[in-house]
């Protein structure tokens, strides 16, 4: 740490603040911290006070950036002062990053998956590179292995080539090779090929989404009809976005998360039953489908809409996803919430915030109780 200089301490004297004080006030005013990275030989220096208006060294490029869980962590990033490098593909799609950290902070960067110098573009200058990108459907340019494997690979050895020490991939809770979904054999075969590369991955695995923007709890009050199979019987464990995306920011300057897995799950197991009677109690509507469809019925009814209409429907895959009941246990070596001190919301507790738009009569939180805010420090 740079000391303050004695011309900063005397003209903070001079207004009548004590010397001692002046000392502190100048010491917080002017603090440097000057590392550099033994492995890389990258430097981080560090300044000002704590929060969004100060610079904590670090540069942290997140790819996924603009999607749901992506732009939670890109907030939590620049809210300690942390450079953020934001691939995008879409113009529009970064716009509302920018204004979440200081001048300078947010640093679009236009980038192709296909294109590996676009990725070595993003990051060149990082410390800490994370991996969020993915998607619930397949289009005809990307597959899920095309994303979830050969683009994850593509990142991950651009990363390494790059001397960036740190690296954390997003997968899934229920991430198999024997699964029945593709969705899930895809992200259990990027997780084997990014430690094959990478060996001192941080693989986070987390459950369903919900929060303000998700496609979860908010299609069960729009679209209650699209969950109908399975009579209502599949197990889900459905998490709060702002608690994945505060332990994952917490990973990115904790070595001791280095080559760890962390399965990341609410802290109630619901039936889609349970979880519409819930969402019913908050609502005040009614909402659990009546008819029950077999599976291959819903296929086809999916698929004759899904070319009938231009947009995205339910892809046949995650009709087959809502069949597939979420892990209840951890896995043998993987940590979860605790390792960081978190206590995960449970849907009951935060849900009520992002349905209020779906609400017949106006809101009372009754017994409902706003969890108060904590902070966790992990090393």
């Known amino acids: 740490m740079i000391p303050a200089t004695p011309c900063s301490i005397l003209l903070v004297h001079a207004n009548g603040v004590s010397r ?48 749901f869980l992506g732009r939670y962590l890109v907030h939590k990033l620049a809210k300690k002062g942390t450079q953020v490098i934001v691939p995008y593909r879409e113009e529009d799609s970064k716009r509302h990053l920018r204004v979440m950290g200081d001048l300078g902070q947010i640093v679009p960067l236009e980038f192709d998956l296909q294109n590996e110098t676009s990725i070595n573009e993003c990051v060149r200058h990082s410390h800490l590179v994370y991996n969020l990108i993915g998607r619930d459907y ?30 954390i991939h997003i997968s899934h809770l229920n991430a198999s090779h024997d699964s029945p979904s593709k969705f899930y ?25 919900f929060g303000q923007e998700d496609r979860f709890l908010n299609k069960m009050v729009t679209k209650p009809f699209t969950f109908n199979v399975n009579r209502l019987e599949t197990i889900t464990r459905p998490v709060h976005v702002l608690d994945v995306a505060e332990a994952i920011s917490l990973m990115g300057t904790a070595q001791s ?36 469809l077999p599976l291959p019925i819903f296929k ?18 995650e009709i087959v996803r809502r069949c597939i009941d979420d892990k209840e246990e951890l896995s043998e070596g993987a940590l979860g919430f605790d390792y960081f001190g978190i206590e995960p919301d449970l849907v009951e507790d935060a849900a009520i915030t992002y349905l ?24």
């Open 20 to 67: 001692k004080s002046a000392k502190l006030i100048a010491q917080r005013r002017f603090q440097h911290d000057l590392v550099r990275q033994s492995a890389t030989a990258k430097v981080i220096q560090s300044s000002g006070p704590s929060g969004r208006h100060s610079n904590s060294g670090l540069v942290a490029t997140v790819f996924g950036a603009t999607g």
């Open 138 to 167: 397949e289009t005809k340019n990307y597959s899920f292995d095309s994303v979830f494997v050969d683009g994850a690979a593509k990142i991950t050895q651009i990363t390494k080539d790059n001397g960036v020490n740190r690296l």
């Open 185 to 209: 054999r895809a992200k259990a075969s990027g997780e084997d090929k990014v430690k094959s590369i990478f060996p001192d991955v941080t693989i986070v695995r987390p459950s369903t989404f």
């Open 257 to 292: 998360t280095v080559g760890k897995t962390f399965e990341l799950a609410g802290p109630r197991t619901y039936s889609y039953e349970d979880l519409f009677e819930t969402l019913e109690n908050l609502t005040l509507k009614s909402l659990t489908p009546s008819l029950n």
């Open 300 to 317: 086809l009814f999916n698929k004759i809409v899904s070319r009938a209409v231009w947009w995205p429907t339910l892809s046949e895959d």
């Open 356 to 379: 209020s738009a779906n609400f017949d009569k106006p809101i009372q939180r009754g017994g409902f109780k706003v969890k108060p805010k904590t902070y966790n420090v992990v090393n």
